[in-house]
């Protein structure tokens, strides 16, 4: 198979090798076509054509693409070759793999273009990565397969017997579907001695034959002659039509019938109904009688008008018959005939110009489309091609193409009535995942007529969200003492990815809870963010503390973001009362000394007390559990001071223990107790002696000098270390005296594990930060005077020995002595 190719302004044509004359032919035109092309392309041609014979079989060459593109032919399946036909019929089909085009149907260029020349069938060349695109025409030329043909068999003339020689009789022209050369060239006609045929040429190039009258026609001789008309195409082989012409001579009829106007034309509306009045067309006869009677009738026209038009053989009133259809034909030349009573005919032309309506919209034909692309697509990136067609003409065939506002593409136009759709701003998936986007073809006809294509374009994710989390930060809440794999809480971070960029993992970032890291204590699923306590955990050693958890996604790289979780531990009350003072841990509970002179709401101690909880837990109370005189003395509730009730009477009991109970408000609530051992004196010797009410015996007497002799001089060693020892100790903790109290080693107990100022911990039950208890003594007091809040001497046992001598007299006789000395100086 041959195949012409014109690319880049360069158009080459070849046709099937045909021998003798008709070769000769086609090699001129070949030269010819060749040269104008060449000039063409000095200018611009952007269309690369081919040529090929018509009734070629299916799977022909029509050409090798790949060889006229320059491409090479291992790529062209990587880069989706493709072959787009706008015909409705597929004539042709592209392999892909040798980029050969190939006939992949049998082509009859009559039933494709008609008369029409050059018939063109037209196509695509799409090549995607990147994306080329080559505009395709085939060239379907004319093969002699088609005979010369006459309307009818038979023609029937009707002649005057008086008509002058040299009268000439139009006859019929054949009609034969093949063009050019091989069309009509010649018509002949047997040999008579009456007529001879004058073959003439059109304008266009048809030819037409007439009857020249040679010879004088009498009917007396002969009525009737019966000629036979041959046509001839001019192809190779050639091929001839005929048709009998049959001459019945008439007597004389001397006028012929005669039209207003040789050539009529006139302008009609497409799609015009049916029976519309195309035009009307007059002939007029001056004979008389029969011989003026005029039909009309259409001469030599194709069979296609015959479906269009009709004809009143009456009136010349021509009409439609079928639709009018501008795309099929823009003219139609129509011949009537009017032939009057005698057989004398005329003939007149009457043009039908087709005026375009706009009945046809726009059509968008998609060449390629990229349906999915990615959010961060660049400016500029190409999502589909796409033409536009509009098979009328003039402004009902100019078309403007656009698409709604409210995307972020544009429509940008490349080749003629192409374009392309590119994205014109950043896309987010996250606030649009696809679009519907409408393209909208007008044309510029009125009314004007509109074509709409959506496509549907879906964006592709991209990791360009971190996750975030729905709150600022979290606070959660545990109880002390929980069980281990206790949930405290769950944090939640959501991403606005899809798929894996929105798979979001949970971690701590690492830290410490005191000295231990947050790995031992707390533990985070990775999957659900659920908070989990490893470890039961005390309120008394750790408060709160925080986390830094992160989340982060899937994607690649992957984004994170971190939020800080505060878990407060939440207080129980796991913790009893606590007592500071009297100190309760001692092999003897210590004495506190009343005078017998006291008067009712007399100090006699205070039970100092803390709580190692918090909150309402840690408030203590205070309440007399047990006493010898349970009426003597009573406990203020919230401050724990032990006073006198009433004063002390001579019957009371010189020893007084009370056994106080101190409580905290938690729940359930925890208690302790504390033991104090209180005396009552009148003084600190006979009267105090006295009041033992111990029977002394002789024996002992002895043996108690001894005791208080040993007590006195203990005393006075242990006076003189005290005041150097108090001197030294308030120098030092003058400092921390604003602070908290601690009381004498001897008195008071400190526990370095709580709280510097017992006055914080608690609302009640606890020293107020600036009580002080100290031993007072005034100048001219008598020995009854005697007032301390806690003893500055050691403190006497709760049960002494009588038998074997009083160490409460020798004790008594010391502090006695020290009184003394104090008011010597």
Known sequence: MAAGALQRGLCFRSDPGMAGEMETRSRKRQVVSFFLCLCVSLVACETIRYSV???KKSGSLVANIAKDLKLDVEKLSGRSLRLISKSTKQYFELNTGSGDVIIKEKIDREDLCGQSDPCLLQFEIVLENPLQLYRMEVQIDDVNDNNPKFSKNEFVLKIPEQIPIDTRFPVERAQDSDIGTNNIQSYAISANEHFSLDVQTRGDGSKYAELVLEKQLDREEQAQLMLILTAADGGLPQRTGTAQIRINVLDSNDNFPQFSQSVYTVQLMENSPQDTLVTKVEASDLDQGPNAEITYSFGQVPERVLKL???????????VLGIIDFEDAEMYEVEVQATDGGGFSSRCKVLVEIEDMN???PEVTLTSLSSTIPEDSSPETVVALFSVRDRDSGDNGRTVCSIQDNVPFALKSTLKNYYELVTQKPLDREKVPEYNISITATDWGTPRLTSVRIIRVQLSDINDNPPVFNESS???????NNHPGLLIGTVHAADLDTKQNAKVTYSALPGNIGDLPFSSSISINSENGNVYALQSLDYEQTRDFQVTVRAADGGSPPLSSEVIVRVVIIDENDNAPFILYPLQNSSSPANDLVPRSAEAGYLVTKVVAVDGDSGQNSWLSYQLLKATDPGLFAVGLQTGEVKTSRPITSPDSVKQKLIVLVRDNGEPPRSTTS???????????????????????E??????????????????????????????IRLYKTRQCRERYVPSSRNFYFEPNFPTNPADTSVTGTLPQSYCYEVCL??????????FLRPLAPSLPADPSVSEGSVLDSQINSQLKEKKESLRE
């Open 53 to 55: 014979s018509e009734e």
């Open 309 to 319: 038009f009709q004809l009143n053989q009456f009136t010349g009133e021509i009409t």
């Open 359 to 361: 009945d046809n919209a």
């Open 474 to 480: 979290y606070v959660m809440y545990l109880k002390e």
């Open 675 to 697: 033991t104090l051992n209180v005396l009552l004196v009148d003084g600190f010797s006979d009267a105090y002696m006295q009041l033992l009410d111990v029977p002394q015996e």
């Open 699 to 728: 024996e002992q007497q002895d043996t108690l000098t001894l005791y208080l002799v040993i007590s006195l001089s203990f005393v006075s060693f242990l006076f003189l270390v005290c005041v150097v020892t108090i001197i030294a």
């Open 778 to 787: 005034t100048t001219g007091s008598g020995t009854s005077e005697f007032k």
